[in-house]
């Protein structure tokens, strides 16, 4: 737009609205000026200039300034409607306001050769000062502020002239200066306020530009966030449901082993027992990394001791390195740390894990030192350990570190998350990981937590180490099972190892046995039930059951395919142990084992 030429103000011109707002706005103190310079002149020529000449000037100036009064009320009240004429009011403001600069021409004109010099610059001094006083509001539309100088200025210039004196030539041409350093002043202004609109435009241009990248970013988040919910939830369902058939796998392939003493068949039996357990570490890892990428994951601090845990571990772990001829040991276990407990568990399962699945001779170590306000929780291996040049690597997705020696069946386990899923959870609680490592002599990681501060707690018995050749001769167990693969494969496996079996697969029935077995004096040693047993119970219900018949002491194992953190939470308030599907018949062994306090035969 150049800044030489009216600004483009149609009917069309988005802009010309808020343009002839701004226009009557100025009326008020406009029209205050002009009545305050009507006064200023009256005053200074009256006595002076000829009494028709000023009555006749003052009632051109009161018609004009009632016009303009009126036109601004009447604007005022109309603005808002829909079909409201802005090129018309602009019109009329613009007679309105060329009016009373012909006035204040016509005043000079008029009253210049009357009065003495006090009146002549009085004059000139309020006539200069109307057209300056214009710039800022007609300097946009130059083709009405220069009529507005003109009509000021010539008439003035003129008269002035007109003396034909010397004096007089001076006077108007330092007028005639003035009207040009005012037009240029107007134009610069114009120019400035073009730059300004601009700049205006462009920026609004940009906001809505921004307003749109931020609607289509916020849309693209919204999406990216279902599709992760989808994903998780994918995850979730997928291994739920996969989980129930490993689990009856498990199940009859152990209770295959109890039938058969043929070297082959058992070796079959380890292998599929072997895949089951990598299978169930696999969906593990993949519902870890995706809850922490969705940010499903929260970070709940609390004082804890670590013989809790570190007693949960040992009971999950100590089958595993048992198997492989390892020494499974926990020190410091009386320390108290200040972190979520449920996200430290989750990091020494992993770490513990790969310590066990790398080792082939020795043992694995569970300590935790004080040093300071710190406490070091660390995880020894005395493994293969990890070449420097992949000490740096081990934290990324899907990676495994190469090996020199032939890859054996626990080796091919896993994706290569766990360690960045130790590491992600490592970084949501602000926790310092480190790692050292020699090859061919072992590795160590440590992992930084604040001091806890001691809890008053009921001290509980040690638990009762598990051995691998578990008799379960005269215990009755109550199952509640709906799937009936696991159920079945349950009842075989729990009667092959001498126990006497009650199945149901309804809380129903669980307790209208319970009431019946009461009734005949029989009570049950422990029960296993699933968690989602129908779509209105749950096995909690058919705990309680038996609980309300037999006592609240009665052991209880819950086995499940979900991994919900509140099931830890509901474990903890009905007094229950939780399995997740698929359970390896190992680790089921060593859970019954602990419940019941039985030692081999």
């Not at 994918?234 to 796998?249: E, N, Y």
């Not at 570490?281 to 994951?297: H, N, P």
């Not at 406490?375 to 934290?395: A, H, N, T, Y």
């Not at 009650?502 to 077995?517: K, M, N, Q």
Request: proline share 5%; charged share 20%; hydrophobic share 45%.
């Amino acid at each position: 737009m150049s800044p030489t030429t009216d600004r483009p103000q149609g009917v069309h011109d988005p802009e010309l609205p808020d343009h002839v707002r701004n226009l009557y706005t100025y009326t008020s103190s406009s029209l205050a000026g002009n009545l305050i310079g009507a006064i200023v002149i009256v005053l200074l020529y009256a006595g002076f200039a000829a009494p028709a000449a000023l009555i006749l000037w003052c009632l051109g100036f009161a018609a004009v300034w009632i016009y303009r009064a009126w036109i601004a009320a009447r604007f005022r009240a109309l603005q808002l409607r829909p079909d409201t004429d802005f090129p018309r009011w602009r019109r009329l403001w613009l007679t309105g306001v060329l009016a009373s600069g012909a006035l204040w021409g016509a005043a000079a004109w008029l009253f210049y050769g009357a009065g003495g010099s006090i009146q002549q610059i009085g004059l000139i001094i309020t006539v200069y000062s109307y057209c300056v006083a214009s710039v800022p509001v007609l300097a946009d539309q130059q083709r009405a502020f220069l009529t507005f100088l003109g009509l000021c200025f010539l008439p003035t210039i003129a008269r002035i002239a007109a003396e034909h004196t010397l004096y007089s030539y001076e006077l108007a041409g330092v007028l005639l200066l003035a009207m040009g350093m005012t037009a240029l002043l107007g134009r610069n202004y114009r120019q400035a306020m073009d730059r300004v609109i601009d700049l205006k435009l462009q920026t609004e241009h940009l906001l809505e530009q921004l307003r749109k990248e931020k609607a289509a970013a916020e849309a693209a988040r919204q999406e990216a966030e279902v599709a992760n919910r989808a994903k998780t939830q994918f995850f979730a369902a997928a291994s739920h449901d996969l989980r129930q058939p490993l689990h009856a796998l498990g199940l009859f392939a152990e209770a295959l082993r109890n039938k058969s003493r043929d070297e082959e068949v058992i070796q079959l039996v380890n292998s599929i027992n072997s895949s089951v357990d990598a299978l169930e570490g696999l969906f593990s890892e993949l519902l870890d990394i995706t809850k922490i990428d969705t940010g499903a994951v929260e970070v709940s601090p609390q004082h804890f001791r670590l013989n809790d845990l570190f007693a949960r571990l040992r009971l999950h772990y100590e089958p595993t390195a048992f198997e492989k001829g390892l020494a499974l040991r926990f020190r410091g276990g009386h320390r108290v740390a200040h972190a979520d407990p449920v996200l430290v568990e989750r990091i020494l399962r992993n770490l513990l894990s790969n310590a066990i699945r790398y080792t082939e001779d020795g043992g694995v170590l569970v300590a935790c030192r004080q040093r300071g306000e710190r406490l070091l929780l660390q995880v020894w291996d005395s493994g293969v350990g990890i070449p420097p040049s992949e000490q740096s690597r081990v934290f990324e997705e899907f990676y495994q570190v190469p090996g020199d020696r032939p890859p054996t069946a626990h080796d091919r386990k896993g994706l290569g998350l766990g360690l960045a899923i130790v590491k992600r959870l490592a970084q949501l609680m602000n926790a310092p990981l480190h790692l050292r490592s020699q090859p061919g002599q072992g590795t160590v990681f440590t992992l930084e937590l604040p001091l806890g501060k001691a809890q008053q707690r009921t001290l509980e018995s040690p638990p009762t180490r598990a051995s691998l050749g578990l008799t379960l001769e005269r215990k009755l167990i109550a199952v509640v099972e709906d799937e009936p693969a696991v159920r079945d494969g349950l009842e075989v496996l729990l009667k092959g190892w001498g126990a006497t079996v009650a199945v149901f697969d309804t809380v129903a029935a669980c307790r209208e046995w319970a009431e019946h077995a009461r009734s005949q004096g029989q009570k049950p040693d422990l029960a296993i039930v699933d968690y989602r047993i129908d779509h209105q119970h749950t096995g909690i219900d058919a705990i309680q059951a038996l609980r309300e018949h037999f006592g609240a002491e009665l052991p209880a194992i819950v086995v499940t395919g979900s991994t919900a953190a509140s099931l830890e939470e509901e474990a903890h308030r009905h007094d229950f142990h939780l399995l997740i599907k698929p359970v390896v018949p190992n680790k089921l062994r060593a859970m019954i084992a602990f419940k019941l306090g039985v030692r081999a035969r």
